[in-house]
């Protein structure tokens, strides 16, 4: 059937539409909604779209691309540096171990062996796109299981270039492979190797000192799109460069990320590129769902069930191992385990290759790739089974365990903290020194083990859930601290305990302005802003370093935090329905505009009228 | 030599014109320790043990500071309910300042004249010092009588530089025990 564009792009954006939210309302993240969706719109189900799948998906491999680079953004050299050990050791292991097992049990199934290491290196890697987007939207990338799958992804994004050069010497001697279509491939071995440096040394080199500089001059156009078109070419180029040079587009976005993560511009690139790589991974999630061949899957259900559950309890049970010896807790490795249990999208790029060199037949291929997409598929699906079955069992027997811990509960603290990470555990250990005690509940379960180990009564569990709430004492307790690690959580505990305990007072930690208008909205009375405070006595005691009396600088920096909270409730009541867009940087830019007009007209740092003596001094003046 | 403590309180020194001339005139002085408690307690959150030890290092206690409302500014007040606590500055035992001397160094706007009896304050500085006074009896200091610079809403610069020189003369005279009172 042949369609055109523009009804490919409705049927696209119209399944979007409607299963994504539909999805979201199930409780299915917006992967598998995705997911979903190809599949009804696929060639196997409604046949909306056809054959050009497969080019749809070469296009929208692009989205992963854009994720690595947003995912290098957030992420600082110097941190990069600090996963060094995870990302080669847990990393190169999973790699190493898992395709050393699977080609070994490829042998045992009669292949040969260029084919069995061909599969072995395929189907060792995991997706970074299913993975990631999952991990995000449940909001665990920074618990110890998310970091260490990103470790591992982030390791198997750099396998893929060694294994892309292999690929070649696999290949059958009637190898139909076509002529050097990268810059590489007519170069001799040390050529190729600097060619990939040079590559690497160009981004970091080019992100440094041309980058930046014309990220500037970008900025000063001010043109809005202009700097959404700069920012698509940045990270359209640095695919370009890859792949010319034969990388990986994925891993070199990542790096060209990194080298701006301390960049000024770094969050307007953020919020640039977001939107497309929503649209474009989302547009991926269908491309693969709809590749699934379910007359294929039909003709041969065993065989494939029986791979696909071979092939995700094997990958499982090597991470596991992996975690365990990486020292990773139980409950955080079931995740691990689970979250990277698929085989990856590269797997259809390498599949295709083997394809073309004649590693393996086609209908090897077609069986593999049906295979692929499936454990993709599976992916939410199990890791939404880990969320509703095993983490909560886990957290049962969790506290079964430890008797003690219940009694303690039977005390009735009057103070829950929900989350207690940097900003919580400050709050929590004030009131504890100051003999008050406080219900913690956090969401890390890393943290809880250790903190626990310090002889802290910290209880792992979701604050969201009002049964774990219950279970927490908030029906007795006076007062709530919500300092969750992200805003999205903190709205949730708010909503829940709204709903649900209505008579706790709630003291809530914001991380910006626009969350605070968020919680404002939420009837929210007391609002804490992460950096407030703290900022404000760092310029006090820079007014105080340039001469400014101690107690003058104390009392300006308290009215201006006071000035500060009544502009943000003016504001927040007469911006109306402007809410939905306020997370752009042109809303918060032009909110800090008029947060600093409004310093202007108002005398915030009037001196106190009582302490000036000027008009007494005029009076006596005139009296004279 | 005698050891002099001043205390010194001004809540808003860039408003100042005489307190903010003594202030360096005084600093660094051999034998002066010059303590300005809003420069070290901007929150009003005096370290009760730190100021009983300085108590302790020195003979003579001079609160320096505009006279305001007839009396000092507020962290003198929250000083003195602080630092002298039972037990220890004042009671049956309270004995670590028996015998320092303590004073006020005051400026104040209206003129000498308006303290009296017959000038529109009614009274005389001495005489609204009067729980400066009692509080050093009760804590077994003898109280010296207040230093005063008047008038300070009408003091020209050159009377500012005058009044200057006399405050650093008094100082040394008492560290050097020339005279007894002041």
Known sequence: ?624 | MTKILILFAHPALEKSRVQAALLPAIKGMQGITLHDLYEVYPDLNIDVRHEQSLLLQHDIILFQHPFYWYSAPAIVKQWQDLVLEHGWAYGSTGTALRGKRIGNVITTGGQESSYDKEGWNHHTVEDFLLPFKQTATLCNMQYMPPYIIYGTHRITPSLIQEEVVAYRQMLEELRDGKSLTQ
Request: charge should be neutral.
């Open chain 1, 1 to 624: 059937m042949e369609h055109s564009y523009f009804f490919i792009t409705m049927i696209y954006l119209a399944a979007a539409v409607i299963f994504i939210p539909l999805a979201r309302k199930l409780g299915l993240g917006s992967v598998l909604g995705y997911l979903l969706a190809g599949m009804v719109i696929g060639p196997s189900m409604l046949g909306f779209i056809g054959q050009e799948g497969q080019d749809i998906m070469h296009f929208a491999e692009f989205g992963v691309v854009m994720m690595l680079f947003l995912i290098g953004l957030e992420l600082e050299p110097a941190l990069l540096w600090n996963m060094r050990a995870p990302i080669l050791g847990l990393g190169g292991l999973q790699v190493l171990i898992t395709t050393a097992v699977i080609t070994g049990g490829a042998l045992l199934l009669g292949q040969p062996l260029n084919a069995s290491l061909a599969l072995g290196m395929t189907l060792s890697l995991s997706s970074t796109a299913i993975v990631l987007q999952s991990l995000k939207e449940k909001g665990t990338l920074s618990s110890s299981a998310g970091q260490s799958a990103f470790s591992v992804l982030l390791f198997q994004d750099i396998a893929v270039i060694p294994m892309l050069a292999i690929f070649p010497l696999l290949a059958g001697a009637s190898s139909t492979h076509k002529d050097g279509h990268t810059l590489r491939d007519n170069l001799p071995a040390w050529g190729q190797t600097l060619v990939v440096l040079g590559a690497v040394v160009v981004i970091i080199v080019a992100g440094r000192y041309l980058i930046k500089p014309l990220l500037r001059i970008v900025a000063r156009a001010r043109v809005r799109e202009l700097f959404t078109a700069f920012a698509l070419l940045l990270v359209v180029s640095i695919s370009v460069l890859m792949s010319l040079v034969g990388l990986s587009p994925a891993l070199g976005a990542f790096l060209g990320g990194v080298v701006l993560a301390n960049s000024e511009y770094r969050h307007e690139l953020e919020s640039d590129v977001e939107p497309f790589k929503g649209l474009l991974l989302g547009l991926f999630f269908m491309a693969v769902g709809a590749s699934i061949d379910f007359k294929l899957v039909l003709s041969m259900p065993w065989v494939i069930v029986g791979l696909v559950a071979a092939l995700m309890t094997l990958k499982t049970i090597i991470l596991l191992t992996l975690g365990k010896v990486f020292r990773i807790s139980t409950e955080q490795n079931l995740l691990f385990g689970v979250a990277l249990s698929q085989v990856g999208e590269f797997a259809f790029v390498l599949l295709s290759f083997t394809n073309q060199y004649n590693i393996l037949p086609e209908a090897t291929v077609s069986i593999m790739t049906a295979v692929v997409a499936i454990s993709m598929a599976l992916t939410p699906l199990l890791m939404m089974l880990y969320e509703k079955v095993i983490q909560p069992r886990f957290n049962v027997a969790d506290r079964n365990t430890r008797q003690p811990d219940e009694i303690h509960l039977q005390e009735k603290h009057p103070v829950i903290i929900a989350g207690f990470g940097r900003f919580g555990n400050i709050a929590g250990r004030f009131l504890r020194v100051n003999g008050i005690k406080a219900t913690i509940l956090d969401l890390d379960s890393d943290r809880v083990d250790a903190l626990r180990n310090l002889g802290e009564k910290v209880y792992y569990g979701d604050a969201s859930r009002h049964d774990l709430l219950e279970a927490a004492g908030a029906s007795d307790a006076k007062i709530i601290i919500v300092a969750m690690d992200t805003v999205e959580q903190t709205l949730e505990v708010v909503k829940v305990v709204r709903k649900h305990f209505p008579h706790l007072q709630m003291l809530v930690k914001a991380e910006n302005i626009p969350d605070t208008y968020e919680l404002m909205d939420l009837g929210v009375l007391h609002i804490y802003r992460e950096t407030l405070d703290t900022s404000l006595r760092m310029g006090a005691d820079a007014l105080n370093m340039l001469g400014i009396r101690a107690y003058h600088a104390h009392r300006i920096a308290s009215t201006f935090r006071k000035q500060e909270d009544k502009a943000l409730k003016g504001l927040s009541a007469i911006r109306n329905d402007k809410k939905l867009y306020i997370n752009t940087v042109k809303e918060r830019i032009e909110e800090l505009e008029k947060l600093m007009a409004n310093d202007k007209v108002t005398r915030w740092n009037s001196p106190a009228q009582g302490w000036d003596e000027s008009s007494l001094i005029n009076e006596a003046n005139e009296d004279q």
